[in-house]
DNA sequence: CGCGGTCTTGACGGGTGTCAATTGTTGTGG
DNA sequence: CCACAACAATTGACACCCGTCAAGACCGCG
């Protein structure tokens, strides 16, 4: 038969040679004088486009460099024990992937393109060099971790308790909060992943997903087609969000 | 009427004096060389006992300290802007409290003392001085952070989708491991939450922990009296907990 | 002893996962 | 360029888990 669809392409973009880059063109979640971004400039490293389905680095592999998205989107997937497979986040441009990866040493899940995605490489040796002679850097990335960390806390703790339709308007009032941050439309974007995808991240079964995303189109809170969405209401989508959820 | 009992001695117990403390007698859930131990211990400060009920520090309060515990328990409880109160955290002798206070400077939560509890307080400021010349600590600390994060990640997504008796399953056997990573048998211990705080953490109903408590019971998994938790058959709680959830 | 809070137990209904069938979309090869 | 296969998304029917409400038991504490 003919060879399977090469669904991981790491060796072949490991071995070309990086350019230094400046990250002057990423809008970073939190702002950095222009000094620290200088800085951080240095250590950036640009690889080449991962395509679609290829990984950035996969699970277990020892850890050796965050990255930051430049353009595209990735996902995240943890395999289990138990062989069940799990998106655990979802990275947009600008945002840093791999910062879960620091304390065992290595990567906790798969780094997956969901369309062509370009990254810098930020080799985390050069990163803990650089931080010794600065603190804004150092403090930069404790802030990172540490908001990511709260998010993640009480984000999830709240979707435990919640019914679909309000895990799924949350889902999208933060994407919508992401794109904002970045200076894109808040209320018209394209989300690579799938529905599974997204199921998946919010503990839904994919039908699920199909059902809410109809119902929230016939209550005119959005629109979507295909993998473009468009908000309508985020007034009464933040208010989904934020209420009880069993009502 | 008499006073309300005072759930907040924050102010009291903020104004005694605190004593340099070595921190060699806590078991840090990582192995740390002595040197470093050594500079953590010139950080740390001993506090002075909470009581039952007492804050350690409140929702929104600047953020100032990392503390860890030395014994006793805490819960951190974080208010959503709909009154709704949701506990998103669990803290044992030996592990850190207050890293998801970093990135926005104040504290995301109330710190509650389950019991009565000392902890010793680790001043930010301190730790950045200190971790300026010492690489061992900066990294310790990165690690801490990003362990959190993945296992907050992994658990909460996995949590997501599965039933009730899975998450309580992975409840007993995380709570299991933590005593047996203190030295402590992972047997048979003491959780000061209530059944109330069990559910908050792990999205389930006060009624719903009740009647899983009372089938591992019958199952032969665990005994519970009031507090007080015996695991018989740590091997079937795992698997249980490692399981689909849906069967 | 009696009160308030915590815990337990029962009955009921709605939300959501599972299974199954259909349609739409993407990508590959003739 | 089309045909076909593989995959993704939608829609419906049904069962069952679990949240809600309600009542009662247990416990600590004054």
């Known amino acids: 038969m003919t060879t399977p669809r090469p669904v991981l392409r790491f060796a072949r973009q490991h071995n070309l040679d990086n350019h230094a880059c400046r990250l002057s063109s990423l809008c970073l979640p939190f702002t950095l004088c222009s000094e620290t971004l200088e800085k951080f400039g240095v250590v950036a490293k640009r690889n080449a486009p991962l395509r679609k389905r290829d990984a950035l680095y996969l699970q277990g592999m020892p850890f050796k460099s965050l990255y930051v998205i430049h353009s595209g989107s990735l996902k995240q997937i943890t395999t289990t024990d138990n062989r069940e497979e799990q998106v655990t ?12 990866a620091i304390g065992d040493q290595r990567y906790s899940g798969n780094a997956i393109a969901l369309e062509t995605t370009t990254v810098f490489e930020l080799p985390f040796d050069r990163l803990e060099e650089v931080s010794c002679h600065s603190p804004e850097l150092r403090n930069y990335l404790f802030q990172c971790m540490s908001k990511e960390l709260q998010n993640e806390r009480l984000l999830m703790h709240l979707l435990l308790r919640k019914t679909s339709d309000v895990r799924l308007a949350t889902f999208f009032v933060a994407m919508s909060l992401r794109f904002r941050r970045r200076g894109y439309s808040p209320y018209c974007f394209n989300l690579a992943m799938s529905r599974g995808d997204i199921g998946s991240y919010l503990g839904l079964a994919v039908e699920t997903v199909s059902r809410l995303l109809g119902r929230f189109q016939q209550q005119g809170l959005i629109t979507s087609r295909g993998r473009e969405f468009h908000i309508h209401d985020l007034e009464t989508l933040t208010r989904l969000a934020d209420s009880n959820g069993r009502c």
């Open 89 to 100: 986040s979802f990275f947009l441009p600008g945002e840093i992937v791999g910062l879960d």
